[in-house]
């Protein structure tokens, strides 16, 4: 079987309306004989283009934004996550006022229709909690900076936390730098303090 009946059996047998990357079909064939089969394909009306390097079968409804952003990071074998300037946004449940992510990948950045996606390097470190609550703590506060965190600001951040996610970002001391530990570590004997004295007898 030819390299083009190889990837046209590949996009018929993809299950769903899930956009899809062309370098799914590397496997098949060069890239430039990929191109030319995915543009007769585009021609045949058999596909649609929704990003550069990413497509949907002409049946499909058209893909979310972070569908499609899920789709180009995986097809470079990326993973992502809310970068610290928008952690805080999405830990109060507020959308992102820009699309910029964490990656381990390389810094770059692409186009999907009048947007600009922003992918920035980070460290594997950063990213160990992912998109949990007390991941989007310590990228935020990370993202502030020494100068900028206050005991204040921790507070803010944690005090909607559930109990186990509390505890969950205790335990995750060792991936914070000295400062946010320092600062949390402030907060923890102030608000230790401040429940003491609320459970003192009044009078």
Not at 67 to 74: A, M, Q, T
Not at 76 to 93: D, E, M, P, T, Y
Not at 150 to 173: N, P, Y
Request: hydrophobic share 40%; charged share 25%; net charge positive.
């Amino acid at each position: 079987m030819s390299a083009p009946s190889y990837i046209r059996r590949h996009i018929n047998n993809l299950v769903g309306d899930k956009p899809f990357s062309i370098r799914d079909c590397l496997i098949y064939g060069d890239r430039n004989t990929v191109d030319q089969v995915f543009h007769r394909l585009l021609v045949e009306g058999r596909i649609i283009r929704v990003a550069r390097g990413v497509y949907i079968k002409d049946t499909a409804s058209p893909p979310s934004l972070a569908e499609i952003i899920e789709v180009k990071v995986k097809a470079f074998g990326r993973s992502i996550v809310a970068h610290g300037s928008q952690a805080a946004r999405k830990l109060n449940g507020q959308g992102q006022d820009k699309l910029v992510f964490a990656t381990n990948g390389a810094t770059t950045s692409f186009r999907v229709g009048n947007r600009v996606v922003h992918l920035i390097r980070t460290s594997v470190r950063k990213m160990q909690l992912g998109d949990s609550p007390p991941g989007l703590i310590i990228r935020a506060l990370w993202h502030l900076g020494k100068s900028s965190c206050r005991q204040a600001t921790a507070a803010g951040l944690v005090e909607r936390l559930e109990h186990s996610d509390k505890i969950k970002l205790r335990l995750s001391a060792a991936i914070m730098p000295q400062w946010m530990r320092e600062c949390f570590a402030c907060f923890a004997r102030m608000d230790c303090l401040r429940r003491d004295l609320e459970a003192l007898p009044s009078g």
